[in-house]
């Protein structure tokens, strides 16, 4: 696992360098927020950040607040279980601590709201912080069920405020490099998608008390959580909509319960197909009893293949020896220039593609095993530039849409398990985005 | 180690690119002009076909190989070699004499091994003795390779065999020779161009991924400095038994090396 460090500054810097120009931010427009134009407007500026929901994410993110982000400032916290909020009360000494989110949207300190608390709160939380004029972070999956990510995005539509959703890839250096790779048809025309999940733990957090089970172990009753889906493959099935700039048509598959016969309601094991129109099939695959194959997010093309999860990319051919590349563009283009390649043996290492090569250099990967978040996800980044928008009160374009999207197939993925049927995209949850630009 | 040949054909020129990523340790990669698609590719194979045939033959790091089997036997009985194998070494103990010993596959031992002409067998007195073809197999294989292109009538080809051993069939199809550049391991400036021209280049050195690989087979000592030597000749061979040669010799025996072979340029590079 590499853990090579990677400051924000860093990020900045390669996120100018990856041609932060058009071309970048057509295809990424959350991106701008990097530019240096919208960098110049925040400087001295802090934001006024309230924590709703200060569990183990909640705790993830104050810390990278605390530690990386100074243009913000927690100035609020809320969690209804005290141990939860005093653990959070000791980072923050100068916060107002509350039990009751009602209240805390209250005070007119309060600019930007982060929200880390269980699912199934996710969209009544997120539609009053809007109500209350507040912009707000809100951490994936959008929401427990379908009909609320819909009332979430079309409140945030008529609210005018800025929402970000936790959905941290979109901001991951090597996503975006990665992203760019597939639309300048460097690994060729996208055949297929395969994300995939493995874990061998029961998900299960201690207890104090067996009247908390349902509280503390939310993910794993229906009435909270969508399980697998929605706490892991949200963040995978974005993946689709980028490489594809397409959503679903169709989608299929199965979920059981095979192993943590527990007595929890959500699946143990999903298999998850997405139809696309043009006929290629991405896939979500997940089961938390065997961990070998940890976690993977590929996309295949015809000319190469992108590894997302271990920042790899393989060409299905081996590259020219540098030079003969150039010597061969010159004979195409009827130049007769001398090319430099000869020198002492050439060994290939990383060229040759059974290691494959990086995707950006110093990239950061992990197995996907931690449940809290991994160190260089983008989750900085994306809570950086959430407080960044807090201060300029600009929304990010195609943010949510992403977002939506995102929690959505997840939650169309439970009903077509649930049904077990081949199941269309139906009407009443397509917004303007993409392909359904027309409903 | 997986092995990966491809070609791509340039319809606008007329050329082929043939690369195969991984053989006798290296990348091959061809150039070849002046015939269909079709018989470009048929030669391509037969390249490709060639130098893995010659890997096997060769490859001391492969243990089925013919060498890696000699290595293991010649010590205790002598072994009969096939025609070729034994046409390769008869040579290599040529060029072991040609360069005063500068060059040596057994690195510092040759005077143990035992030649039996009449009936091709070779023979380890000194029982450590392990033959090395590094400083020999690429330089083969391109002379092989020259045979074969001109065999198919091509006028134009440059084939480049992990970028030290470079083999130049007539001309580039714009100009009068193949222009080469010798870069630098470290810096990358270009050092110096070559102008091939139905020759071959070799060029040897240390570089930053493979440094004080070349012993001087008298001392027993590595090269470590930053030179290179780069050497064109009509022979492939040559040119790759020389340039290492040239690179371990003191002034003295680089003398009598030049004057001793065929040499179309050569350049030593004090870095």
């Known amino acids: ?87 959070a009360a000791a980072l923050c000494p100068k916060a107002k601590t509350y039990t009751d989110y009602r209240e805390l949207l209250l005070s007119p300190e309060v600019e930007g709201v982060l929200i880390a608390s269980p699912l199934h709160t996710h969209a009544s939380l997120t539609i009053a912080g809007l109500n209350a004029g507040k912009h707000v972070f809100c951490e994936k999956s959008m929401a427990r069920t379908l009909d609320d990510c819909k009332a979430m995005y079309d ?33 060729g025309e996208v ?16 207890v104090s008390d067996p009247s908390l089970e349902r509280h503390i172990n939310w993910r794993l009753y229906k009435e909270y959580s969508g399980g697998l889906m929605t706490e892991l493959a949200t963040h995978q099935l974005q993946l689709g909509t980028w490489a594809l700039k397409a959503l679903p048509d169709f989608i299929s598959g199965f979920g059981d319960i095979i192993f943590w016969k527990d007595g929890r309601e959500v699946y143990d094991s999903v298999n998850v197909m997405y139809h696309y129109p043009n006929g290629v099939h991405m896939s979500f695959e997940s089961t938390i009893s065997n961990k070998f194959f940890g976690m993977g997010e590929q996309i295949l093309g015809h000319k190469g ?13 081996p590259k020219p020896a540098p030079g003969i590349q150039q010597l061969i563009n010159q004979i195409e283009h009827k130049v007769f220039d001398n090319v430099s390649f000869a020198g002492p043996s050439w060994v290939p290492e990383t060229a040759s593609e059974s290691k494959g090569e990086y995707i950006v250099e110093k990239t950061k990967t992990h197995d996907g ?44 993925g439970i009903k077509a398990m649930e049904e077990r049927v081949v199941m269309p995209f139906p009407d009443a949850y397509k917004i303007p985005y993409l392909n359904h630009s027309n409903v | 180690m997986k092995r990966e040949a491809f070609s791509t054909y340039y319809a606008s ?24 698609k079709e018989e470009l590719q048929l030669i391509w194979e037969a390249i490709g076909k060639e130098v893995e045939r010659l890997d096997r033959m060769l490859n001391r790091f492969d243990p089925e ?52 002409e009449k009936e091709h067998s070779l023979f380890f007195a000194d029982k450590e003795i392990q033959l090395d073809l590094g400083g020999y197999g690429k330089g083969y294989a391109l002379f092989r390779f020259h045979a074969l292109l001109l065999e198919n009538q091509i006028r134009h080809a440059l084939i480049n065999f992990g970028n030290s051993s470079v083999l130049a069939v007539g001309t580039h199809v714009y100009g009068d020779c193949w222009p080469v550049g010798i870069s630098d391991p470290v810096s990358q400036e270009t050092l110096g161009t070559v102008r091939l021209k139905d020759n071959s280049l070799s060029v040897s050195g240390n570089s930053p991924r493979n440094p004080a690989h070349i012993k001087n087979p008298h001392t027993g000592v590595y090269y470590e400095g930053r030179n290179l030597v780069s050497v064109c000749a009509p022979s492939a061979v040559d040119a790759e038994v020389l340039s290492t040669a040239l690179l371990i010799a003191d002034k003295e025996q680089c003398t009598s090396l030049l004057s001793a072979f065929h040499i179309d340029d050569y350049t030593i590079y004090n870095l």
């Open chain 1, 369 to 412: 095993a931690s449940s809290t978040g991994a160190v260089g996800d983008g989750s900085e980044e994306l809570v950086a530039a959430f407080c960044h928008s807090v201060i300029t009160g600009k929304p990010i374009p195609s943010l949510v849409e992403e977002a939506y999207y995102s929690s959505v197939l997840a939650l169309l």
């Open chain 1, 305 to 317: 293949t992108i590894e997302l999860s271990k920042g790899k990319y393989y060409m299905e051919e």
């Open chain 1, 191 to 206: 055949v297929g998608i395969r994300n995939y999940w493995f874990r061998n733990n029961d998900w299960r957090r201690p």
């Open chain 1, 155 to 187: 409140t945030y539509k008529q609210s005018g405020k800025v929402l970000y959703i936790g959905q941290q890839r979109l901001f991951d250096p090597k996503y975006i490099k990665a992203f760019e790779m597939v639309h300048n048809g460097s690994i």
């Open chain 2, 65 to 116: 190989s013919e060498v890696s089997l000699l290595n293991r036997t010649a010590g205790q009985r002598p072994v009969f070699l096939q025609e070729e194998l034994w046409s390769i070494l008869w040579e290599c103990k040529k060029y072991y004499e040609r360069t005063f010993g500068l060059f040596d596959i057994t690195l510092g031992k040759f005077s143990q091994l035992v030649f039996e």
């Open chain 2, 13 to 36: 020129s007329g050329l082929l690119h043939g690369c195969l990523s991984s053989v006798m340790g290296t990348q091959l990669d061809a150039l070849i002009l002046g015939r269909t």
């Open chain 1, 1 to 87: 696992m590499e853990t090579t460090d990677f400051s924000r500054r860093d990020f900045l810097k390669s996120a100018a360098a990856m041609g932060g120009g058009s071309l970048l931010l057509s295809a990424f427009p959350w991106l701008q927020t990097f530019s240096k134009e919208n960098q110049k407007e925040v400087i001295g500026e802090k934001a006024k950040i309230a924590i709703i929901g200060t569990g183990s994410r909640g705790m993830y993110h104050i810390q990278n607040i605390l530690r990386v982000i100074p243009q913000a400032e927690i100035v609020a916290l809320c969690d209804v279980y005290q141990p939860h909020l005093d653990q």
